[in-house]
């Protein structure tokens, strides 16, 4: 049933993270607080459209019979795939300072996306796929028996309302804390939008050389630009909520009931339901897509003293055909180190989750590893590297550092980890028991029990594992800009210093060519997602 002491425990979570950031400690400035407020404002803003927007998206795919359901669920379902980049520079190709709406509609002093605007919106866009998904799930996870007896004595909308969406208000609070997660730590949208986040901050005292550590200078850098308070609230904040959130999604490794639940018949809001379903994939999928295709085929000529901009396909083509040889240089590193990072991440992961498969005090080695590689700022990752391996005295670890791909395969894996361990741990608890005790009853030991009966059952949670690691990997950008080593360009690098100036036929072709490549990969995903057996997902009937 309802419990209003969720939602008063919620807001005093947020209470006294706004709290803790009020009460730095005295020798913090006026910008110090200022900057870890504005991380905990554009989360709080993006959960403010992203939460609504994906609970009556959840509501509609997962529990009722409006039309387009699973072509909806498969698109949102894609775009948990897509980098925030992409997103970014999809949005930003349509609607910022340089997009066609300004171009054509507006004014280039007032584009649309601009500022907070522009973060808190790219930002929710991005995070409403996550939300919808990870609701609908909680919202398949009531037991039919109850809502079966309570149908006896209600309509259905009233046993909708008080048994099966009390059951999801933990989802809800699951996908806001990753909603909190993915906005406070990251620096793409902050920085094209220029909102002056902490995440950005360390970007740009980096970029200024303030945060260049060497030997003998920590103490520079400690009294550089700010102070480091607002980094230890602001990753607090996250730690917490990762840990939260990791904890809790690992409770999913069982269904609620083996009964699948039951679907809500809409009536004659049928159509409508579809309608807005429709409206809702237009807005999140097909807006974007439609801006990277105009600015491909978009041409520009001087006719008299006039400028006519016309669009036609026959450029799109032309420019999709020359993309991979323009960026292939950047491709062909993308590609080295996601499938370096994937492969590794796999490989650390897969001990790490079996070890936690059975919970309690085993756990806490996985457990502190995804926490740590989630919450932790994408910058500050980059500068603690930098910190560690950009040192003169040690031949060996500049060459490292400056040499091979060792700096930028180390961040993108502290990224993708966390995901690693949580798809191959709930893989793992899936495993009957039985299994297990048999193999051990027949003299297997834990390595043998390992290799020979729990990995040849869960190869498609390994192959899941692995592609969804290399997708984090090519994506990730917070991080691994700061420690591309000199002669390694990354498609993400290289879009992103782009699409500053605006996102022209190039930039968006490109971007076209990675959206159809994650797309592809979306659908090995979901193939392989289907087969490894994780009950946190569901299949839309």
């Known amino acids: 049933m309802f419990d209003p002491w969720r939602i008063f425990r919620g807001l005093f979570l947020v209470i006294g993270c706004v709290a803790a950031t009020a009460l730095l400690p005295p020798w913090t400035s006026r910008r110090e607080q200022l900057l870890a407020l504005n991380s905990l404002y554009l989360a709080l803003a993006t959960c403010a459209i992203a939460l609504p927007a994906g609970m009556l998206l959840a509501g509609l795919l ?5 039309p387009g359901r699973r072509i909806a669920f498969y698109v949102l379902a894609a775009l948990l795939f897509m980098p925030l980049y992409l997103q970014t520079a999809a949005w930003d190709a349509g609607f ?13 002093a007032a584009p ?3 500022k907070w605007r522009g973060a808190v919106w790219v930002h929710a866009m991005a995070a409403i796929p996550w939300t919808a998904l990870i609701i609908a799930a909680g919202l398949r996870r009531p037991p039919p028996e109850c809502e079966e007896a ?8 009233a046993v909708f309302a008080r048994i099966t969406l009390p059951f999801a208000w933990g989802a809800v609070g699951l996908a806001a804390l990753w909603v909190f997660i993915a906005t406070a730590g990251e620096i793409t949208v902050a920085d094209m939008y220029q909102v002056n986040t902490y995440a950005r901050e360390l970007y740009i005292g980096f970029a200024l050389g303030e945060f260049l550590i060497g030997p003998g200078e920590a103490e520079a850098a400690a009294s550089a630009t700010f102070g480091i308070w607002p980094g230890v609230v602001v990753t607090g904040w ?8 990791l904890t809790r999604l690992t409770h999913w490794d069982q269904p609620a009931s083996p009964r699948p639940p039951r679907t809500y018949s809409l009536g004659r809001f049928r159509p409508f339901a579809g309608l807005l379903l429709l409206a809702a ?11 990277f295709v105009y600015q491909a085929g978009v041409r520009v000529e001087q006719i008299g003293d006039r400028l006519e901009r016309y669009w036609t396909p026959v450029k799109v083509v032309q420019m999709l055909a020359e993309s991979p040889s323009r960026f292939g240089r950047e491709i062909g590193w993308t590609s080295a180190i996601g499938v370096l990072t994937a492969s590794l991440a796999v490989a650390l992961a897969a001990p790490l989750a079996w070890f936690a498969r059975r919970g309690g005090w085993r756990s806490i080695p996985a457990l502190v590893i995804a926490v740590v590689g989630m919450a ?4 500050l990752i980059g500068l603690g590297l930098i910190a560690v391996f950009n040192r003169e005295d040690s031949p060996l670890l500049v060459w490292l550092y400056d040499r091979t791909l060792f700096a930028p395969v180390a961040t993108a894996l502290a990224r993708t980890i966390p995901w690693a361990i949580l798809v191959l741990w709930l893989a793992f608890r899936t495993i009957p028991a039985e299994t297990l005790e048999s193999g051990a009853l027949d003299g297997a030991g834990p390595l043998t029990r390992f290799l020979r009966l729990a990995a040849p059952q869960r190869l498609a949670a390994f192959g899941l594992a692995w592609l969804l ?12 800009i700061l420690v591309i080593p000199p002669g390694v360009d990354t498609l993400a690098v290289r879009i992103f210093g782009l699409i500053h100036a605006g996102v022209d036929d190039q930039v968006a072709a490109i971007c076209l060519t990675l959206v159809l490549a994650v797309v592809a990969l979306a659908a090995i995903g979901w193939t392989l997602l289907k087969r490894s057996r994780l009950p946190i997902f569901f299949n839309v009937q």
């Open 469 to 480: 690691s290399l997708v984090i990997s090519t994506g990730e950008l917070a991080a691994s």
């Open 150 to 157: 309570a149908l006896l004595d209600a309509a259905p909308a």
């Open 96 to 108: 910022g300072r340089q997009g066609w709406y300004s171009a054509v509609l507006g004014s280039l």
């Open 238 to 245: 996250l730690a917490i909520a990762a840990a939260v959130f």
């Open 112 to 114: 649309p996306l601009e």
């Open 281 to 291: 994939i237009l807005l999140i999928a097909a807006v974007p897509l439609a801006n």
């Open 376 to 379: 932790t700022p994408g910058p």
């Open 62 to 66: 997962a529990r009722t019979d409006a």
